[in-house]
Each structure stands twice: as C-alpha cells, then as structure tokens.
C-alpha cells in the first residue's frame, strides 16, 4: 500500500477564486475592468498546471516564468495570452515564443539588443518592466524612457507587436503609502505612452480602488496566491476575502503511545510533556513540504478534531497532541491543511512564513488528485 499522503486539488475553488478577484476588478471600475493574468508559476503554486488550466478557464491569460511550462499550458489546450514574468534568456528562445505567441516581459538592456538582433520570423508582444522601487528586474526611472523607445523601434520593424508597460508593488501586503509612491512613479513615467499596463499582484488586486487607480483603459492584473485560496496579506485569513482553499493535504496516523510527564518528543527534545500524554505519529514532514520550522502548537485536524503539532517536524514525520481526539487510533484521517482542517495561511504563520512557500514548495512525493 502506498504511503497515505495525498494533495486534492479542488478545481472549482479555483475557479470560485479568480471568479472573486474578477468581481472585485468589475466593482472598483470606473471603466472597463481590468483584464487578467492568472499566475501559475511554481508548478501553480504547487497545484499543478494541468489543474491550473482547467480552474481558471475564464481568465484572460496564464503568467509564469518557466518556457517549458509555457508549453505544456499550449499542450494542454490553452489558446489564450501566456506571459513569461522573467522574460526570455537567450536567443534560441525568441522562435519558439513567434511559434507559441507566447508574450516577455522585457527587464534589461541584455534582451533588448536579443531582439534587436534576431532575424525572425515573426513577432513577440513585449511588457517593458520599470522598476519603481521593487529594486528586483526592471530599468531604473532614468533608463526607462530610452528602454522605451528601443522597444517601440523594434514594434516598427515588425519584432515586437504589442508594446506594454509594467511594474511591479513590494509592499501592496503592508504599506499602501508606499505602494501609492511606487505607483506614482509609474504614472509619471508612463503618461503618454501607448500599450497596455500591469502593475497589480493579489494584495493590490484585492485592496478596494488600487487596481482602479492604475492609468489607462488597458490594464492587466497579476493575482497569484490568492487565486489558490490563500490571503496575500499577513493576519488576515482568507476566507474574510472570500477565497476557498484550492488545496487540501491528508495523511493518517500511522503510530499512537501514551507517554508519561516528564517525556521529550522528537529531535532536539523540543517538547517536553507535562501529563501522561497521547501522542500520534503522522505520515507527513519537511521532506514532502510541510514546515520544518512549524512550532509546538501548529494547527492540524486529526479525525475531525483540532488539535495541535508537537515537538520538531522531522524528514518523514510529524508528531500531534491525540488529547483531544481520545479516539483516534493508526488510520485516523489527519488534515494538515485545507478543507476540513487548518488553513495553509493559519500552518504558514505558525511557521513564521506565508502561504505562498508552503504551497510551492510541496515536494512530488506528495501524490495530487483532483477533486
């Protein structure tokens, strides 16, 4: 028998979640909503792209940063706009994105002078990326005019044909003054110039007027963690934004013992109990995703009754407090997050990270169904 941890990818949340970021666009527009790129970079998040492509359907195009998931999202049947968010490397890149119409991001002098140089045939539709203060890819305030200009000249000799501009927000989770400044920059920068924008991640996606703030009539937002049903903010729990969980992830009890006060748990003896304690051994650990940093007290559902990790997260293993869940036994169901236990925001934050790590960095060991 196969070792019983599974990932259940649930499609429709999926769906329900760009659904809700689409909605949110619809109601903060004064003109025409923003358009969408479902981001499904990291494996999508760890889902899958097979699951992506079928959960967000309805979206107006798919980003991510790997060619070759490029191509599987066309294997698969996707015929809408597909973005590369690092853009290309070389210069054996540039014929397959003619052949897939597959858009870059545009960052540097580097793949500019690429393009220039590349006989073709064909054109690709490129997004200039300024960098307004992110200090990641991007041409600085004073480089971006130039950059500009080079990619227009390229639109004219037939290289390029759409020619757009991006940005993209560091603090939209936290600090919306400086998300404010940043945009500001943009703006100024952008004022007058053709193609259609993006700036907009899940936090300024889903905070109320931001995406609606943007300048111009063509705007295209990048949601990411939050089309997978978790918050792009700190402290505040997805479901008050309306997301479902897109991913749930089980294992059972595979060992149960009762240890007497005084015991230590795990490596390192990080918990120590103080009562004659029941304990269960779970068939998950930092080897298929789960934090190994999660603390004592990290939420987890063992047969349908929350409960709590106990002592340090090992390769294969985790161990839980089964006081409060007096009747599970070997095989009981345990939910380490998702539908009907913990949300991955609630086990990330126990862990001193975000949801985002969790969820990508899932390890394939970990079996996925669809569901």
């Known amino acids: 028998m196969s070792r019983p941890i599974l990932a259940t990818i649930h499609i ?4 329900h ?10 109601s903060d527009a004064a003109g025409p909503p923003a358009r969408i790129w479902a981001v499904v970079k990291a494996y999508a998040y760890g889902h899958g792209l097979d699951a992506a492509v079928r959960g967000f359907a309805q979206a ?38 003619a052949q897939q119409r597959i858009s870059t991001v545009l960052h540097s002098q580097a793949q500019l002078d690429m393009l220039a140089a590349w006989p073709g045939p064909g054109c690709i539709d490129g997004h200039v990326m300024l960098n307004s203060g992110m200090h990641r ?33 560091a603090r939209a989770d936290d600090d919306l003054a400086v998300t404010r400044d940043q945009l500001a920059c943009f703006t100024r920068l952008t004022a007058g110039l053709p193609g259609p924008t993006s700036v907009c991640n899940s936090a300024a ?15 295209w937002v990048r949601p990411g963690i939050c089309l997978y049903g978790a918050s792009p903010y700190m402290g505040r729990d997805a479901e008050s934004l309306g997301l479902q969980p897109a991913m749930t992830l089980t294992s059972e009890l595979i060992s149960t013992h009762i240890l007497p006060a005084g015991q230590a748990i795990g490596y390192g003896h990080a918990f120590r109990t103080d009562h004659d304690m029941r304990v269960g051994i779970v068939a998950c650990g930092y080897a298929d995703g789960y934090p ?12 349908g009754v929350r409960t709590r990790v106990v002592g340090r997260v090992s390769m294969d293993m985790l161990s839980v407090d089964l006081d409060p869940a007096p ?9 380490l997050w998702g539908v009907g236990g913990p949300s991955v925001d609630e086990v990330a934050w126990s862990a001193s990270t975000i949801a985002n790590d969790l969820l990508a960095g899932l390890t394939r060991r970990v079996p996925r169904a669809l569901g």
């Open 17 to 26: 979640n760009l659904a809700v970021v689409a909605r949110r666009l619809s």
């Open 205 to 219: 996606t889903l905070a109320p007027g931001l995406a609606a703030a943007v300048p111009g009539n063509d705007q």
């Open 137 to 169: 890819l991007g041409f600085q305030p004073s480089e971006f005019h130039a950059a500009f200009d080079q990619a227009r000249a390229l639109q004219q000799r037939g290289v390029l044909g759409v020619v757009g501009k991006m940005s993209h927000f």
């Open 12 to 15: 429709p949340a999926l769906a």
């Open 327 to 335: 009747a599970a036994d070997v095989g009981a169901p345990v939910v």
């Open 292 to 303: 190994r940093h999660a603390i004592t007290g990290t939420p987890v559902t063992v047969a």
């Open 60 to 97: 107006d195009g798919l980003a991510l940063l790997d060619l070759h998931e490029a191509l599987r999202c066309r294997e698969l049947g996707w015929q809408r706009p597909i973005l590369l968010l690092e853009g290309f490397f070389r210069p054996s890149d540039l014929d397959i994105l």
